[in-house]
C-alpha cells in the first residue's frame, strides 16, 4: 500500500472541499430557472464546466498553483467517472465515454478561457450558446450566463490561492438587472 505525504492529502483534501463547492455552485436552481440552463445530464455537465473554467482558470496563472489545479482536475474525473457509473454505464463503457467528456470538457475550457483572455464578450456569449443551449438558442440567457462567468473569473481572480485552499469559492450572486450586458 502506498502512503502519500501530510502535505499531499491535505492536498487532495483541500480540492476536494474547493470541488465540493464547485459543484454546490453549479446546481443553483436559479442557474436552471433564470438562465434557462437545461435541467439534464448535459445540462448539468456545462453547468458544471461553466463553473470549473473560473477555477482553473485562477490555478492556472504565472501565480498560480498548477499542483492543485491537477489534483483538482482528478477529482473531477473520479467524480465524472462515478457519475456514470451510478447511471447504469457498463464498466467496459466508462473509459470511454470519459474520454469523451474529458474531451468535451477541454475544448469548453479553452473557448471559454479564449474568448475571457482575449475580451471577446461576443464570442463568449456565442461559446456558451453554443454549448450550454444546444436545443435552441436563448441568447439573451447566454448572453447573462456569459456576463455571470465573466464576473466569477473576476472573483476567483481577485482571491489568493490560499483562500482557495480553504475551500473559498466566491461565485457571484446568480440575480441580475436586467439591463447589464456581456
Known amino acids: 500500500m502506498i502512503l502519500f505525504s501530510k502535505s499531499r492529502r491535505e492536498t487532495r483534501t483541500a480540492a476536494e472541499a474547493l470541488y465540493a463547492?464547485?459543484?454546490a455552485a453549479a446546481r443553483r436552481p436559479e442557474l436552471?430557472?433564470?438562465f434557462s440552463v437545461p435541467d439534464?445530464?448535459?445540462g448539468r455537465f456545462e453547468a458544471l464546466t461553466l463553473h470549473l473554467l473560473p477555477v482553473i482558470h485562477r490555478l492556472q496563472r504565472p501565480d498560480g498553483d498548477p499542483e492543485f489545479a491537477r489534483v483538482l482536475s482528478e477529482v473531477f474525473v473520479e467524480h465524472m467517472d462515478d457519475a456514470l457509473r451510478e447511471m447504469g454505464i457498463s464498466d467496459r463503457k466508462v473509459?470511454?465515454?470519459m474520454k469523451g467528456l474529458f474531451g468535451l470538457f477541454a475544448g469548453r475550457i479553452d473557448a471559454y478561457s479564449h474568448a475571457i483572455a482575449t475580451g471577446d464578450s461576443a464570442a463568449l456569449t456565442n461559446a456558451v450558446a453554443?454549448?450550454?443551449?444546444?436545443d435552441g438558442?436563448?441568447?439573451f440567457a447566454a448572453g447573462r450566463l456569459a456576463t455571470y462567468l465573466k464576473g466569477a473569473v473576476e472573483a476567483f481572480d481577485r482571491t489568493g490561492l490560499q483562500d482557495l485552499r480553504q475551500g473559498s469559492a466566491p461565485f457571484p450572486s446568480i440575480h441580475f438587472q436586467e439591463d447589464q450586458q456581456p
Open 21 to 23: 463547492r464547485t459543484v
Open 32 to 34: 436552471f430557472l433564470e
Open 40 to 42: 439534464t445530464v448535459e
Open 95 to 97: 473509459p470511454k465515454r
Open 130 to 134: 453554443r454549448n450550454v443551449y444546444v
Open 137 to 139: 438558442d436563448p441568447h
